[in-house]
């Protein structure tokens, strides 16, 4: 038996489990490949080489005591009614990627507690690892001992990297190749089957051998058994009980049997076959245990290491081909575990850990999809790297081969710390987040301290004074005999300890915290996810699917842009059509070109509608209300938005009108304003005509003539006044200056001065005439002149009667005028404070219609305003102002 | 089928199936009883015989796995049927 060969055989193996991972990826969702046979197969994970070459050392050393690893996996799946069907459905629920990510979600979504869970695993899983490199490189050793010529396996640790190396290499390639949103590989499910093939076969077959072969049938062994050594041991009932509850909660716990058994799982339905297969499939493997294990004792020479009897049975007898094979089952196994167990981890350590610190580092916008996926990838690629890493160091710093054979079990005892939060967490709505957390950390310390440490031996991490005497010689602190129960096996011990202070802590912790709304709603979707969910059948893609999810994507994105991206990927898919597959990647492309449109959640919740993978659950509800919220607050702007701008046009179409009237006004008034320079113009000419040619006229005459042009010439004067005082008003380069000065005062000496006519009468209401203002007296006078004046010239009452009123308005003084003339209409009353605006020429000569606009002027420069008061019996105008009046400005 | 074709033993037949969960639900503790039960009992004696002590392990096994899959089996096949009527 060369060594060469072996090497070359074991990469043919590598090559093939390659081709059939490679395949398997290739074909996708075809119905074989997610038979109920094939997870049962892939379940096997859970026997790994410590299972392969261990076992068999185990009974060799203990008697049947190696049952109890395979009897409580077996009472759990018989009893699969109870806790898995709910974990599996739980998981295809959820969504779940790992059972750190299970605690995590049914606590409210705790990172925290993640990230308690991920490290627990990994301090667990590390040695575990570091077990099975231990066993393929011994086998490699057992070969090369027996071996003539080729290459020497002395450097141990150098093989072993190797190995490490190589698995690395395979996890990665086919554990990260992409980025499933439900966290399945096919590829490597379809591998780890394919190698549960090969080690159970490997290891009938040395089994028949060794009882055909070697010894004479089943009596001879049986004989052989009664005789040997092992059957003089007593029977540790202690041991036996715990082992079988141990190994019961290590199928539930153990990172690598929640991946394949929840998170890879396809099909609820499979369980039901995995219930009974799974069961045999141990019953199988266990079967020749005790065979080989009494005959390897009776025939191999004294001080033959018991944990390599599968192989080194066949080398004795010289049967190469079947050592060979042996020598392969082990190495599945070994592989198997160590790919399961990286991808699990590595999704822990990269989910819970590397990206929250990624994101947090980089404050990248999660939204950028893409980045976000390739940084997952390659954090979940350092994780395996990482993972492996750990478990070479492991094994460089353990060495020795009998620290390692107790490890399965510590590691086992490790992991099951999870155990009260997970099964509290799904049949127990009051757990809380603090309980868990309480529960795990309690029962963890208590694992480590009592059954972790010491297992690197006296002298190793804990001084032999230690663990004789406890710390500081605190007796009943000894870790292998705590509170001073003294006499148990170790492992029953921190087992008894572990766990009952953990859920002692759960169940205290979960009872006097309260869970927060999440966590709450978390709680009630697991503990009742039956009465929550329809019953889930297998993810199937079919044609129907895909035409649905056409149709409802046409309707959200429109007809073209929907079947641009189906044809698309039916063309990346290598198919003619335009409907492709419905696999996992082509639905997650499509809820992302959806949640462009519709926002993720929503794109999310309507996908799993129709592919049915997945129910919605109470996140996605959540969101999809966040979302709504958002929606309707957008449309509730774009109505006030809206509204305003309806308020606006409506005040535009006013401006406009305004404008309009204005424009008539401004062209009524250039012809009016023409015919009234015209007017004085004309007269002037003449009678200036007629003094130069008109010889002999009298002294009266001329004086009369002289005087008309006089007159017109003032009035010329007044409009042109009149235009610039508007037009230097408007400019704002008007100074006022304020003086103080009673109200009254201000009426008296305008009204004594003013021209009132003929008929035009005053009265005066003098409630305010004693407020004392502070006000440019010039202009406000101008502003008073120009009402009565007004009142004079347009009041056609026959008896034309002017009241002013002075009173006070808050802060504001206010004098009103009101005559008793017919007053202005309504429809005018807007434009009468606009320039060159006149509401009729009659009786308007020598008045350029500017004289509100400058009264408008001067209050608004004031600091107060002018405005025509409705509904006093005739025209009405009210004058308000601060008493103090504003600072000028310029 | 019409209503008043169905068989009185439609109630009958729900029951039938409840009554398998309950046996499902109860298999894992009759496990637990013959593989924990005995292994108490032997504790701290030699056994007098070690074959017959494994046959007797393995035996339970096979039964418990055997019960497990008849179980299972008419529980898929009658939670079906119920499903589809």
């Known amino acids: 038996m060369s060594i060469n060969l072996l090497i070359a055989v074991s990469f043919a193996y590598v090559a093939l489990l390659f081709a059939v991972a490679f395949a398997a990826e290739r074909a996708g969702n075809r119905g074989w490949l997610r038979s109920p046979i094939i997870y049962t197969l892939s379940l096997s994970v859970y026997c790994t080489a410590w299972t392969f070459y261990g076992a068999v050392g185990y009974a060799a050393r203990s008697g049947l005591e190696f049952l109890t690893i395979y009897l409580g996996p077996t009472l759990v799946f018989v009893g699969w009614y109870w806790i898995l069907r709910k974990l599996v459905r739980i998981g295809r629920m959820q969504r779940v990627t790992s059972i750190a990510d299970l605690i995590s979600s049914r606590y409210g979504k705790s990172n925290a507690l993640a990230v308690i869970v991920t490290m627990m695993a990994v301090v667990g899983t590390t040695p575990y690892i570091a077990l099975q490199l231990q066993s393929v490189t011994l086998s490699f050793q057992a070969f090369s001992e027996t071996s003539s010529g080729g290459w020497r396996f002395e450097d141990l640790n150098g093989t072993a990297l190797w190995i490490a190396v190589g698995l690395a290499f395979f996890t990665i390639l086919f554990g990260t190749r992409n980025l499933d949103t439900n966290e399945r590989h096919h590829g490597v499910v379809m591998a780890i089957a394919l190698e549960a093939i090969v080690k159970l076969l490997a290891l009938l077959a040395v089994g028949i051998f060794v009882v055909w072969g070697i010894a004479g049938g089943l009596g001879d062994i049986a004989a052989r058994m009664d005789a040997s050594a092992i059957a003089s041991q007593k029977f540790n009932g202690g041991r036996w009980v715990g082992l079988t509850f141990l190994a019961a909660t290590a199928i539930i716990c153990l990172p690598r049997m929640f991946q394949v058994m929840v998170v890879e799982n396809s099909d609820e339905r499979h369980l039901k076959t995995a219930a009974w297969a799974f069961p045999l499939y141990l019953f199988a493997m266990s079967l020749f245990v005790m065979p080989i294990a009494v005959m390897g004792l009776s025939t191999l020479p004294e001080g033959s290491n018991p944990d390599l009897f599968v192989l080194t049975l066949p080398l004795a007898a010289g049967q190469g081909g079947l050592a060979l094979f042996a020598f392969l089952g082990g190495f599945s196994s070994a592989t198997s575990m160590v790919i399961v167990a990286s991808i699990a981890l590595s999704t822990m350590v990269s989910n819970h850990i590397m990206m929250p610190l990624y994101l947090a580092y980089t404050k990248s916008n999660a939204s950028m999809s893409g980045d976000v996926r390739r940084a997952i990838l390659m954090t979940r690629r350092i994780s395996i790297g990482a993972v492996l890493g750990l478990g070479y160091g492991y094994f460089r710093l353990s060495g020795s081969g009998e620290a390692l054979a107790a490890i399965g079990l510590i590691s086992f005892a490790g992991v099951a710390q999870v155990l009260p939060a997970l099964i509290g967490g799904i049949f127990w709505r009051g757990a809380t987040r603090w309980g868990a957390v309480a529960g795990l950390i309690g029962g963890f310390t208590i694992w480590a301290y009592t059954l972790f440490l010491p297992s690197f031996g006296e002298g190793g991490l804990m001084s032999v004074m230690f663990l004789a005497d406890g710390p500081w010689g605190i007796h009943w602190l000894r870790p292998r005999a705590l509170f001073g129960i003294d006499g148990l096996d170790p492992l029953v011990h921190a087992l008894i300890w572990s766990m009952s202070i953990n859920t002692f802590l759960f169940t205290v912790f979960s009872l006097v915290s309260f869970p927060n709304p999440m966590e709450r709603l978390q709680g009630a979707q697991m503990v009742n996810v039956f009465e929550h969910s329809i019953a889930p059948g297998g993810w199937i893609g079919s044609r129907a699917e895909a035409e649905d999810l056409l149709v409802m994507a046409q309707r959200i994105i429109g007809a073209s842009e929907a079947l641009k991206v189906f044809q698309v990927s039916a063309q990346e898919q290598g198919k003619t059509g335009a409907l492709p597959d419905p696999t996992p990647q082509f639905i997650d492309r499509l809820e992302r070109v959806l949640s462009g449109s519709v926002g993720a959640a929503t794109a999310h919740a309507m996908v799993s509608q129709i592919t049915g993978g997945t129910a919605v659950s109470v996140q996605d509800l959540m969101a999809v209300a966040d979302e709504t919220a958002q929606m309707k607050e957008y449309s509730n702007q774009l109505e006030a938005k809206s509204q305003e701008l309806t308020i606006i046009a409506r005040q535009l179409g006013e401006a406009n009108d305004k404008l309009t009237n204005l424009s008539v006004q401004k062209d009524a008034f250039l012809s009016q304003i023409s015919h009234e320079l015209r007017t004085p113009m004309t007269s002037i000419r003449s009678f200036s005509e007629i003094l130069r040619d008109t010889s002999g006229i009298g002294e009266g005459e001329i004086t009369r003539y002289s005087s008309i042009i006089h007159d017109e010439t003032m009035r010329l004067t007044r409009i042109l006044d009149d235009l610039l005082d508007i037009s230097v008003l408007e400019n704002g380069q008007v100074v006022m200056t304020a003086e103080d000065i009673t109200l009254g005062a201000v009426l008296d000496k305008v009204t004594r001065n003013v021209n009132l006519g003929p008929d035009l009468k005053i009265s005066r209401q003098r409630a305010g005439d004693g407020i004392v203002i502070s006000t440019d007296v010039g202009r406000l006078s101008q502003v008073i002149i120009n009402l009565i004046t007004n009142a004079r010239k347009y009041c056609i009452a026959k008896q034309p009667r002017l009241k002013i009123v002075t009173g006070q308005m808050g802060d504001m003084v206010v004098i009103d005028f009101i005559d008793n003339g017919k007053g202005i209409p309504a429809k005018s009353r807007d434009i009468i404070f606009e320039k060159f605006s006149r509401l009729s020429d009659e009786s308007g000569a020598g008045s350029a219609g500017l004289g509100l606009a400058i009264c408008r002027e001067i209050m608004e420069r004031m600091g107060g305003s002018i405005a025509y008061l409705p509904g006093q019996g005739g025209a009405a105008f009210r004058l308000t102002m601060p008493q103090k009046m504003a600072a000028t400005k310029h | ?85």
């Open chain 2, 1 to 85: 089928m019409n209503k008043e074709d169905r068989p009185v033993f439609l109630e009958s037949d729900g029951y039938r199936l409840r009554r398998i969960v309950d046996a499902l639900r109860f298999l894992p503790f009759l496990g637990i009883f013959f593989v924990v039960v005995p292994g108490i009992m032997l504790s701290g004696a030699v056994p007098r015989s070690l074959s017959g002590v494994g046959i007797y392990f393995f035996a339970i096994w096979i039964v418990l796995i055997l019960l497990t899959a008849i179980l299972t089996r008419v529980f898929a096949k009658r939670g079906k049927e119920t499903e589809e009527q």
